[in-house]
Nanobody, 125 residues
Framework: QVQLHASGPGLVKPSQTLSLTCTVSGTSITNNYYYWTWIRQPPGKGLEWMGAFTYSGNSGISYYSPSLKSRTSISGDTSKNHFTLQLSSVTPEDTAVYYC??????????????WGEGTAVTVSS
């Protein structure tokens, strides 16, 4: 059974880079059937897909939301079986609960089949 666990600092100062790690157990992140995804939910708002990482052969490929692409980097570490999110130049608008999830291509569309528990991040000085 796959499990995902997100971790990182709960407080980040404006203009700094937010770094989060999602540790995966029960399956390898190199399985190219899956996309390893970051999603966030600001207070009082809906879920926002931020981006995803997957493997094609031995190469990692990243996909990003157009609205966050300039500030976002998602990558994987096969030695630790985890993937990371880096969001640069954060502002208070980046305050949210951040989730990592496993995304699956079902052929007719994509969907999340496993979620981490979410980690709350506040951007404040």
């Amino acid at each position: 059974q796959v499990q995902l666990h997100a971790s990182g600092p709960g407080l980040v100062k404006p203009s700094q880079t937010l770094s989060l790690t999602c540790t995966v157990s029960g399956t390898s992140i190199t399985n190219n059937y899956y996309y390893w995804t970051w999603i966030r939910q600001p207070p009082g708002k809906g879920l926002e897909w931020m981006g995803a990482f997957t493997y094609s052969g031995n190469s990692g490929i990243s996909y990003y939301s157009p609205s966050l692409k300039s500030r976002t980097s998602i990558s994987g570490d096969t030695s630790k079986n985890h993937f990371t999110l880096q969001l640069s130049s954060v502002t208070p608008e980046d305050t949210a609960v951040y989730y990592c999830a496993r995304e699956v291509d079902y052929g007719l569309g994509y969907g999340m089949d496993s979620w981490g528990e979410g980690t709350a991040v506040t951007v404040s000085s």
